[in-house]
């Protein structure tokens, strides 16, 4: 075999004091000290480095923000008529302009966006504590009570929940309850299911028989350890909630039977909208938008929340 | 003529921190028939190496320099005119002139194919053999690796294996078409000990049966000591130390070398002697060190180790070193 | 396998009876009647009372409960209250295949645009190409169906006239409807797809592969695939259940006499028997899916056991 000295390694001329023995503290002995920050600012840096993820975040806080506030900015009412301009287009008066009944579309579409948006935000919310307790104990109690819990979800699973929705809102009438009921009444199965899984797997790691030996209670252990490990899928499938949730309270306006005049969803509006694309295409065009931007940022910003809080992608 | 000889290759990464020099100008040897050894901690490049040898680096890997022959023909990425023509090449070297077998039996086998599928893909890229034909040769060889009821269990998934059966069928895949030259890369380390020697004896014995040749890669010395004709050992992406398996264990030169002999325990003596473990890691290869890559943990390092590479050191015709103690008394300088 | 079956579809027997007591109830809670009638008249209270009784409505809810689940058990379902003469068999019988063609149509199409384009995507190097599929998806999923078909049909079929717009007719009527309704799955699964394929690229069976000299095409077509498609199967159960009982919006929009249309119409109706019919039709057509795409599953990945 041949020797391995390559042609370029010509001699070398070497200080004299080259084979002193080199002082500890001269060696270049890495020290890597991993700066420790929590999961959370972790998460944080990663999601600031997105930007369609922080636009959309603005967005929907600036969307919240208008909706909220739209009494104090606004002089017009989402009911006040004013005959004296019907289907007027976009001015510096009214925004987006007014229906036929003169009410100033601005107004509606940011009235809307109260209705649409805390439908969304309620519908998650109420998912996600339904979701986390239930599929929290079927996961973690398992054997045969989570044998039994989980066919129940297998049931509703398999139940049109358009039949549902549309049974509980003639029952019920055209309110903000009915609409929350009848979304949440499936949805919460996806988010159920979910966390169980999540917490049988982390209840086979370690750290679980850590808190155990170490006489943690059950329920501490539960709620402390196994979902609080779970938190990141968790909050992106939130995020996914609430656009599903707002699609579900438009569509509903949009076939007729969502939350009732006077006061209108985003839905509701399109539907108002679509009587009269023929003489007046542009009115539609605001509360389409409306959905679709809000839907999209809500998208992105969940994709923004994955990507940020799954370790993987470190 | 050397089954395999590899000449100064070397092989980056690029990541999002930047190009990690994973293996710095590699020379080595295969002889026909023989064992060798390659030894060194995990990221030492020793697995690089032989996934440059193949052709099997990800996507951000490439090899930079440096010349891979194996039985007389050139397989460096360098010497073809094409991507499309390295692959092709490779395709058709593959599973036939050279195999590999990997570290984790548990996640090489792909879940969702029989084992039959897996096993007849070798011979049917590389023979001219019928798929029945495959299939008989594929039961013969799951027969020599040594799994009882091979017409049975071919029809298998892999999850109904155990760690070391599942070894076994990936051997038993390395030698559908006879290579000349297998790589085992960690072939025991996700193993039960007592699987391992097994492995290791029926790795040995294929090699003689067969007529192959060997690539060992380990961090287990004891392994090495068992299997091994020849031991190369690397460190931070570079060959440090080199020589027959005597050479390093009863005349280990490199203070790597010897602080790696000084980890092993000695089931044998009476009183256990204290362990001496090498204080401190390796280095980092996105920024590598322009002298000697042991430095920070060499107990005697000197000035000079710090700015140059140590030159080779040849001691017999099989054995060399690099390292500047040998130069000590002004050798060179 | 077998035992597996034979308890799913227990469950499943199970659940339906669950539907049908459930919505059975519900439904009469609901105010109002199929009969309703703003005449008060002596004349028109008698009409009135006497369809109550033809049709067995004046009877006890629970009595009334009883003798349909007795007709149910003879597998009949009916008549309709409002469509006089016709039985509720009639009705799902022929609105149901209008429905199923263009939900099939739909999901054909879904799976095959959607994995291609996942697939594409995850194995494409390219930025650009990866991004555009992602920006997609996101819109794919933002847009609902509903406001979809009625930009499809004002752009495509009114402005531009290229496409029919009314009823199934030829193909091409199917274009619009088809889009509309495939845009949202096209995007999940191809989502789904692209993730699961750059997932199982970085797997080790991958390299394995490839190191016995297998062709990269190859390697990705036989190994690579079969593993990415496992959660598409998952998704796509529910997502064929929902395909093939309808989309109300499109439907209405397109002027489609499918079942979704006559749904939403029986519910608002009152039409009792019409809608126990629809709701045990589109019940069964879901546990059915939902069993079939665990069967698949299981069949894809030999890991799972269906028994355990």
Known sequence: MDQTVRP????????????????????????????????????????????????????????????????????????????????????????????????????RVMYGARISLSVGFAAAGINLVIGVVYGGLAGYLGGRVDLIMMRVVDMLYSIPSLLYIILIMLVFGSNMFSVLLGICISSWVGMARLVRTQVMSLKEQEFSLAAFVMGASRSRILFKHLIINSIGPIIVSLTMMVPSAIFQESFLGFVGIGISAPMS?????????????????????????????????????????????????? | MSVLSVEH???????????????????????????????????????????????????????????????????????????????????????????????????????????????????????KLSRKEAVDRAIELMGKVGIPSPEKRIKQYPHQFSGGMRQRIIIAMALACNPKLIIADEPTTALDVTIQAQVLELI?????????????????????????????????????????????????????????????????SEFSEPLHPIPGSPPDLLKPPAGCPFLDRCPNAMRVCRDYMPETTVFSDSHFSRCWLNQKGGAAG | MLKYIARRVFIGLLTMLF???????????????????????????????????????????????????????????????????????????????????LGLTAFVFSMVVGIGLGIT???????????????????????PNFLLALFLMLVFGVYLEIFPTIGLKTPLHYVLPTIAVSLHPVAMISRLTRTSMMEVMRQDYMVLAKSKGTAKWVVVLKHGLRNALLPVVTYAGPLIANLLTGSFVVETLFSIPGIGSEFVGSVTNRDYT???????????????????SDVVSAWVDPRIKLDK
């Open chain 1, 8 to 107: 370029h390694d010509r001699p070398l001329q070497l200080p004299p004091d080259a084979f002193e023995l080199l002082p500890e503290s001269e060696k270049n002995a890495e020290f890597v000290a991993m700066e420790s920050r929590t999961f959370f600012q972790d998460a944080w840096r990663n999601f600031r480095r997105n930007r369609l993820a922080l636009v959309s975040l603005c967005f929907i806080l600036l969307m919240c923000l208008l909706a909220i506030l739209v009494p104090i900015l606004s002089p017009y009412t989402y009911d006040g008529m004013d005959p004296s301009s019907l289907n007027q287009l976009p001015s510096l008066q009214d925004w987006f302009g007014t229906d036929k009944f003169g009410r100033d579309i601005f107004v």
């Open chain 1, 265 to 314: 969803s985003w839905g509701t509006l399109a539907n108002e909208a679509r009587m009269v694309i023929n003489s007046y295409p542009l009115q539609i065009v605001w509360p389409v938008l409306s959905i679709c931007f809000t839907m999209l940022a809500l998208n992105f910003l969940g994709d923004g929340l994955g990507e940020a809080l799954d370790p993987k992608k470190r």
């Open chain 2, 9 to 127: 290759l070397s092989t980056q990464f690029t990541t999002d921190q930047g190009i990690v020099r994973a293996v710095r100008d590699v020379s080595f040897s295969v002889e026909k028939g023989e064992i060798l050894g390659i030894v060194g901690e995990s990221g030492s490049g020793k697995s690089v190496t032989m996934f440059s040898i193949m052709g099997l680096l990800a996507g951000n890997g490439t090899v930079t320099d440096g010349r891979i022959i194996l039985d007389g023909e050139d397989l460096s990425p360098s010497a073809f005119s094409s991507e499309k023509e390295y692959e092709k090449k490779m395709c058709a070297v593959r599973g036939n002139q050279m195999a590999m077998i990997f570290q984790d039996p548990m996640t090489f086998l792909n879940p969702v194919l029989r084992i039959e599928s897996q096993l007849v893909e070798p011979i049917l890229n590389h023979t």
């Open chain 2, 204 to 268: 040995s014995a294929i090699k003689d049966e067969f007529g192959s040749s060997v690539i060992l890669i380990t961090h287990d010395l004891g392994v090495v000591a068992q299997t091994c004709d020849r031991v190369a050992i690397m460190y931070g992406g570079k060959i440090v130390e080199q020589g027959s398996a005597e050479d390093i264990f009863y005349s280990p030169n490199h203070p790597y070398t010897k602080g790696l002999l000084g980890c092993v325990t000695n089931p044998e």
């Open chain 3, 19 to 101: 539907l049908i007591t459930a919505t059975f109830f519900l439904m009469r809670i609901i105010p109002g009647s199929p009969f309703i009638n703003d005449d008060e008249s002596v004349a028109a209270q008698k009409q009135y009372a006497q369809l109550e009784a033809k049709y067995g409505l004046d009877k006890p809810l629970t009595e009334q409960f009883g003798i349909y689940m007795k007709g149910l058990a003879h597998g009949d379902l009916g008549d309709s209250l409002i469509k006089k003469g016709k039985s509720v068999v009639d009705i799902i019988s022929t609105t149901a295949p209008v429905t199923m063609r």
């Open chain 3, 121 to 143: 995507a995850a194995l494409s190097k390219s930025r650009t190409l990866n991004n555009f599929v992602m920006l997609l998806s996101t819109i794919g999923v933002s847009v």
């Open chain 3, 274 to 292: 019409l809608i126990m019919g629809l709701t045990i039709f589109m019940g069964f057509l879901v546990i059915v899916m939902n069993l079939l």
